[in-house]
């Protein structure tokens, strides 16, 4: 007969055949009760229609969720079993939790997303920079909530004298689509704001919900203003941020954003006048000590070089000239040679002549008839014969 188990004995082996049988778990209900106990962990139970499960979600697990459970709510829970062994009992020990329906919203949300950047709304190249000194600022917001407030008080402390346009609207629950783009046309028709802010505070994934719809970000897409989204707290980035010209942390780092702090930018300008006085008076500094180096010669003493120097130019150009006549010269009496060899006169000169009938040159005995008169020329004079008959 086996020895028989004791309790901790037991609880270890269901708890060992509780991991194997289990392992990772996804649980769906509706929470029953809840506790957020003063070390930071929730205690909860979870029910459906016939049964009740105590569950329990971990300090540090916990803090990565945007919201607080409710009793009431249906949730959808991963995680697995373990035996609390001191009771005996086993829980569900939470590692994630989410609305139940979060898993189709956040699938829609990013279907949504994958469009509109295939459109390229996302895209960096078509955002627009925001104006570096306006003087009317439009916001699209709740006229009783705090970002207003917070938009508001930063832009007098930054900047005085800045006019700013409040087109109120609804930011979350129903309607609050329709009401954000309505804001943001009637300051487009206002015409009169250089920059929109459209945003509010902090809140859940579903206070916030708005700011991720498609209607609020062709808005934000067809606004001939630069915007830039101020959406809360909110870890998760909303489709409102994505598509702004740029998108701020808080209502009040969009008022920082848009506006440059006044006493900053009197100070950079103090700056920049203190460094262009300071290179006018380097520049100016330069150009005396060039000065200083400068040799200023009398006026008849440049006329006396001027006198010498066109007096050398003219004895160049007398001896080119010269060079150039003999030059030709010579080029002369060698073609004049040239032409007195080739001259029949020439041969003339050597005891030959040059026989003519009728001013035709005789080279055959043929080309005179008998009695005819010929002509000949001699080095020295001419002849006039007749020709006989053999």
Partial sequence: ?????????LTRALKQAIGVQFGDIRVEG????????????????????RSVINAVMFRGLNQRLSWSPRVGERVLISGGLDIYAPHGKYNLIARTMQRAGDGDLQRKLEE????????????QARKRVLPSMPKSIGVATSGSGAAFH?????????????????????????GAPESIVE???????????????IGRGGGSREDLAAFSTELVARAIVSSAIPVVSAVGHEIDTSISDLVADVRAATPSHAAELVVPERAELAARLSGLHQRLQWSIRRD??????????????????RIAEARLRCDDLNDQL??????????RRRRLAMAVGRLEALSPLAVLSRGYS?????????????????????????????????????
């Fill in 1 to 9: 007969m086996s020895r028989p188990l004791t309790i901790t004995g």
């Fill in 30 to 49: 509706e929470i029953a009760s809840f506790t957020a106990h003063r070390s930071g962990h929730w205690y909860f139970t979870l029910k459906d229609a």
């Fill in 318 to 327: 007398l001896r080119a000239t010269m060079w150039d006549l003999n030059m």
């Fill in 183 to 197: 804001a943001i046309e009637l300051l487009n028709r206002h015409g009169k704001s250089e920059v929109l802010i």
């Fill in 354 to 390: 040059v026989t003519l009938h009728d001013d035709v040159a005789v080279r055959s005995a043929d080309q005179v008839p008998v009695g005819g008169v010929v002509e000949i020329r001699l080095s020295e004079g001419v002849l006039r014969a007749q020709v006989l008959p053999d």
């Fill in 284 to 301: 100016l500094s330069r150009r005396r000590q060039g000065l200083d180096k400068v040799v200023v010669r009398h006026p008849s003493r």
């Fill in 150 to 174: 917070d938009i508001r008080k930063v832009l007098l402390r930054r900047f005085p004298g800045l006019t700013l346009y409040l087109a109120p609207c609804r930011v979350q629950g129903a």
């Fill in 112 to 123: 949504l997303k994958a469009r509109l950047n295939a459109e390229g709304l996302f895209e």
